[in-house]
């Protein structure tokens, strides 16, 4: 299993706690384990020029997922194939402040969004109501089983 994370936030951030989260949301949906995922932590200019780039939408955001080989959830007697995942970029100046306006740790903002960026990059979205309520309640449930406390309360943008 290959997770790099690279910081160039300019903020501390517990970086083996990502991978930890990310190595436990690979085992928990099957994910073949020489997949490779590239966490990327970017300040505030930094993510606004990614979002421009990727998104055509101005101003920064707090998580961006780029997916590679379109990989899918597997199941325990068909992993997915190896590939590479896929990039995730996350803002931890823009968590910091999703945190304090929802009431929880910056830890905590900062593995939620590295769960719904792996989501996303598994073909999750939460465009449709239908499937906001599967992305959102298969990010509680994962940070839930990780954590062993109640998932953080969600932030979208």
Do not use: W
Request: aromatic share 4%.
């Amino acid at each position: 299993m290959s997770i790099e994370v690279n910081n160039e936030s300019g903020v501390v951030v517990d970086e083996a706690g990502l991978v930890a989260l990310s190595r436990f949301i690979f085992e928990s949906l099957y994910i073949h384990p020489q997949a490779e995922l590239s966490i990327l932590l970017v300040d505030e200019p930094a993510m606004e020029k990614l979002h421009l780039e990727l998104m055509d939408e101005p101003g920064s955001t707090d998580v961006l997922s780029v997916p590679m080989d379109e990989l899918t959830p597997g199941t325990p007697d068909k992993p997915t194939p190896q590939g590479m995942l896929g990039d995730i970029a996350i803002c931890p100046q823009v968590a910091e402040v999703q945190a304090r306006n929802a009431g929880h740790s910056t830890q905590d903002e900062m593995l939620l969004l590295t769960t719904h960026g792996i989501l996303h990059l598994l073909g999750y979205d939460h465009a449709e109501p239908e499937e906001k309520e599967e992305m959102f309640g298969l990010q509680r449930e994962l940070l839930t089983a990780f954590t062993g406390k109640a998932a953080p309360s969600e932030t979208v943008q």
